[in-house]
């Protein structure tokens, strides 16, 4: 009989092996995998965070995913759930300062963009707005020029727009002063990662007011809502025109309890609010057929599916709820549940996740949609 040899792999094995070879082999693995890797060894931490031919590999070679990530007031990290493994990580990252004084705001392409939150005390004027934008993964960073506005008060990000596709573009609606009557003076005001500087494109009037949400990058267009006494209105800014493009979507107003939540899943945009206290509706944005005299085809809200009603009375009733979405999900969750509801949108079912561990931690105030890149750069 012929006796196999065990063979024992030898436990220098990998921490000699060429910076080519093992930039290869981590290449295949998932995000989640090298946050951990980056904490055994000190040579794997600076491949994976500083290696830009690794960085090119692992967006060819590792399983994309999209993250939902949640933030708590008493963490100094974030919660993300993985999509792909339904499994939650809890991310903390050396030198990426989440804390309470953090305020996330909108992610593209693996970066987050988020703003220091400035207290003022009495008799003590408001200082400029200052945003920064990271890459929570790696730790890259950059403190952006300080925006000289009141508040802003609509943000959203962009990648991806040059040649190189490493560049990047924050679009803000900013109130920079108060007139007499309620009304307000605007400006909208964009950064460009490759100036590195702020450049006001227009400036108006308005006594409306925005709802407190991300602005959502949709075919060209950062798209928003704007509040008139009860009603919402959905709001286009095309980047390449550098207009306002009302009249490509009828201004059809429509009525939710608390303010909506505005997402792009599957090139499709869709809006999640609770309608009179009674359940959730999921609306989609559809185009309906052009008049002979018109130029543009018309746009409508139509309903697209709502909540069961026994999960919204169990779970979701009179609660404070955060709504996000991407690709084929959109995720529900409520302060005080460990549990994050998820709707598929392929094929209109309801599930939950599996623990996150939230509660413990303190209850959500913001969620949003993150897809983990180690090759974004600040």
């Not at 990271?134 to 008060?153: D, F, H, V, W, Y």
Request: glycine share 6%.
């Amino acid at each position: 009989m012929m006796l196999v040899k065990e063979t024992v792999m030898k436990e220098t094995l990998w921490g000699n092996l060429p910076s080519e070879i093992l930039e290869r082999v981590l290449a295949f693995l998932p995000v989640d995998s090298l946050i951990r890797m980056r904490c055994v060894q000190r040579r794997w931490n600076e491949l994976i965070a500083n290696s830009h031919s690794f960085a090119k590999h692992h967006a060819n070679f590792s399983p994309h995913s999209r993250w939902f990530m949640l933030f708590t007031r008493h963490m100094s990290c974030f919660l993300a759930y993985d999509i792909n493994c339904n499994k939650w990580h809890r991310v903390s990252v050396p030198g990426t300062p989440f804390l309470p004084n953090q305020l996330p705001l909108s992610t593209d392409s693996g970066l987050l963009c988020y703003r220091r939150r400035f207290v003022a005390h009495k008799h003590q004027q408001q200082e400029p707005i200052e945003l920064l934008v990271c890459n929570p993964l790696t730790g890259s960073s950059r403190q952006l020029p300080s925006l000289n506005a009141m508040k802003i008060e609509v943000l959203g990000m962009v990648c991806g727009l040059e040649a190189d596709g490493a560049a990047y573009r924050i679009f803000t609606v900013a109130n920079v002063s108060t007139l007499v009557g309620g009304s307000c003076d605007y400006e909208v005001i964009l950064y460009d990662s490759v100036t590195n500087q702020w450049t006001t494109e227009c400036s108006f009037q308005s006594d409306e007011t925005w709802v407190p949400r991300p602005a959502i990058w949709f075919q060209g267009s950062f798209c928003f809502l704007s509040q008139s006494e009860t009603f919402y209105t959905l709001q286009f800014y095309d980047m390449q025109q550098r207009m306002w493009i009302e009249h490509a979507t009828k201004r059809e107003q429509f009525f939710f309890h608390n303010n909506p939540f505005l997402m792009e899943c599957q090139g499709r945009l869709f809006i999640v609010g609770d309608t009179l206290q009674i359940c959730f509706q999921i609306l989609e944005l559809v185009e309906e057929e052009a008049e002979a005299e018109e130029t543009h085809r018309s746009r409508k809200w139509v309903k697209f599916d709502v909540m069961p009603r026994s999960l919204y009375l169990d779970y979701f009733e009179n609660v404070n709820v955060i709504v996000a979405g991407n690709g084929n999900f959109i995720f529900f969750q409520t302060q005080g549940c460990e549990q994050t509801l998820m709707y598929n949108i392929s094929h209109k079912s309801w599930q939950w996740t599996s623990d996150s561990g939230v509660v413990s931690q303190g209850s959500p105030y913001t969620g949003l949609m993150f897809q983990p890149r180690i090759g974004a750069v600040a």
